[in-house]
């Protein structure tokens, strides 16, 4: 299962972010990534609202808030591992917890022990499909929604944990 040339680089945090900002499906979608820690560890994402993206009722539409969530654990996952990771997006779930009718944000954190838990369960080689979690807030801080993103994340023969 081979990904794509463009999922093996390694961008400097500053350059994915600068290159996601011009991604015309962020664009039009008023998706605006705010931050990429150097080390790939924290990302923060804001949704505008505005005009072109609110639906009738004058909230998000669900596929932005959706949208908003797609590759950053998977992107901060691949600059965490050794090069010979397969990383996927397998399946996600949005639960609507309140209507969003400001910009929103979401906040993903990677820590080490998510990381150790992807290398402890690829040591065999096998895929690993972790659940893991993320809210969107609005700008008081209230939850808007929750995904949750499930990884699809198998290690190849030679790949192993980056050093610091």
């Not at 010979?84 to 820590?111: C, M, N, Q």
Request: glycine fraction near 10%; charge should be positive.
């Amino acid at each position: 299962m081979a990904q794509s040339f463009l999922s093996r680089l390694r961008l400097s945090a500053g350059l994915l972010r600068f290159g996601m900002n011009l991604w015309p499906p962020f664009v039009g979608a008023g998706i605006h990534v705010i931050e990429i820690a150097p080390d790939f560890r924290a990302v923060t994402v804001r949704l505008r609202h505005g005009l072109l993206n609110r639906n009738i009722f004058g909230t998000h539409y669900g596929g932005s808030l959706f949208s908003m969530t797609d590759p950053f654990y998977a992107l901060m996952l691949l600059h965490n591992l050794e090069r010979g990771y397969v990383v996927w997006d397998k399946a996600a779930t949005i639960e609507f917890k309140a209507p969003g009718r400001s910009d929103v944000f979401a906040r993903f954190r990677l820590g080490d022990s998510q990381i150790d838990e992807v290398c402890a369960n690829t040591a065999a080689g096998g895929k690993y499909e972790p659940t893991w979690t993320v809210d969107i807030t609005d700008e008081a801080g209230a939850i808007v929604a929750t995904v949750a993103k499930t990884l699809y994340i198998r290690r190849g023969p030679s790949a192993k944990l980056m050093s610091p």
